[in-house]
Nanobody, 114 residues
């Protein structure tokens, strides 16, 4: 059974930082491309960042220079370090694992507000 479990979401003030984690089980983690997506109320889910099995990364323009995606294959975990958070970063953040199939986590809420 494949499971992706996100954690680390919280309420944070503008300019603050958070680190999200996604622990995977039931997959050969090192073979999968991993990603973070987000969905704000009333909006479609959008790509935030991805990291391939070879550690190549891509970022949405709206997070470049502020967010960093990384992975630890020994821990079957992918991370999203988020700095300089803005109110518009408020959303549910979802972990994604992709090889031939797509798997999703349940999401973790990030709220940026003063």
């Amino acid at each position: 059974q494949v499971q992706l479990v996100e954690s680390g979401g919280d309420l944070v003030q503008p300019g603050g930082s958070l680190r999200l984690s996604c622990a995977a089980s039931g997959i050969d983690f090192r073979r999968f491309a991993m990603g973070w997506y987000r969905q704000a109320p009333g909006k479609q889910r959008e790509l935030v960042a991805t990291i391939t099995s070879g550690d190549s990364t891509e970022y949405a323009d709206f997070v470049k220079g502020r967010f960093t995606i990384s992975r630890d294959n020994a821990k079957n975990t992918v991370y999203l370090q988020m700095n300089s958070l803005k109110p518009e970063d408020t959303a549910v953040y979802y972990c994604n694992a992709k090889l031939l199939w797509n798997y999703w986590g349940q999401g973790t809420q990030v709220t940026v507000s003063s």
